[in-house]
């Protein structure tokens, strides 16, 4: 009897330390994600962001303008909006059943219609994870205090 107790417990905690492990695995791959959209903005890689972006996507500027997917893509094409840098100094993440959040705060210079500016922003955004993987379905940013 003592014998199965312990191994009951010993599956418990079994379990219990496979779902945290497997649990900041996905919290990694997230936020790694994250950084390589990120990248991605800078290096143009208009193919890599539109296959992780939700056609249903909600990208809303620090400004307050708000993007659908083709149109935030339709920036980089016709090259109105240039993300020249983006550092990225704080980033969390928040797991739910099919979808994570993701916090941050970073430093973006952009050129936008000929005129370069950086700009200290904190940003939210959210992931669906789909049949065929991870899609950002809406991104908010705020201006932070310079």
Known sequence: MKNIRLLL?????????SSVSA???LENQLLNLSK???RWMVEGKLDSLS????????YIHSNGSVQSKQQFLDDFTVGKLV???????EMNVRLYKKSAVVTGKGQINTTRDGNTSVTNLMFTEVYVDE???WKMVSRHASRLPQ
Request: hydrophobic residues 40%; aromatic residues 16%; positive net charge.
């Open 36 to 38: 390589r959209k990120f």
């Open 51 to 58: 296959s992780l972006l939700d056609d249903r996507l909600s």
């Open 131 to 133: 049949k065929s993987g």
């Open 9 to 17: 417990l010993f599956s418990l905690l079994l379990s219990f330390f």
């Open 23 to 25: 649990q900041s695995g």
């Open 83 to 89: 993300y020249n840098s983006i550092q990225v100094s």
